[in-house]
């Protein structure tokens, strides 16, 4: 199995919070995609994933669940598609 981790940035200029950065990327496994999340800089709401968190993304759509001391891995932003695969919510 080969993991390809793709990665792009995005920066912006913002007049109070100056120049935000973020970077993102896509995830493929044998030359298909299976996670696709492009950067997004912007100081409100801006989407930003590590190598590392993009890896484990892909790892957790296969079915392999990471853990950091026994905590699932944290993904930094807020992703959707992550928190809903495993997490069963309350509400
Ligand atoms: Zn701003």
């Given at each position: 199995?080969k993991?390809?981790?793709?990665?792009?940035?995005?920066?912006?200029?913002?007049?109070?919070?100056?120049?935000?950065?973020?970077?993102g990327?896509?995830?493929?496994?044998?030359?298909?995609?299976?996670?696709?999340?492009?950067?997004?800089?912007?100081?409100?709401?801006?989407?930003?994933?590590?190598?590392?968190?993009?890896?484990?993304?892909?790892?957790?759509?296969?079915?392999?669940?990471?853990?950091?001391?026994?905590?699932?891995?944290?993904?930094?932003c807020?992703?959707?598609?992550?928190?809903?695969?495993?997490?069963?919510?309350?509400?």
């Open positions: 199995m993991i390809e981790i793709r990665t792009n940035r995005d920066t912006s200029e913002c007049d109070t919070c100056g120049t935000d950065f973020a970077e990327g896509s995830v493929l496994i044998d030359g298909k995609e299976i996670i696709n999340k492009p950067a997004v800089a912007y100081c409100m709401g801006g989407r930003n994933y590590s190598p590392a968190d993009l890896l484990v993304m892909a790892l957790d759509k296969l079915g392999h669940t990471v853990l950091v001391d026994e905590d699932r891995y944290h993904i930094t807020d992703d959707k598609d992550y928190h809903r695969l495993k997490d069963d919510e309350d509400a």
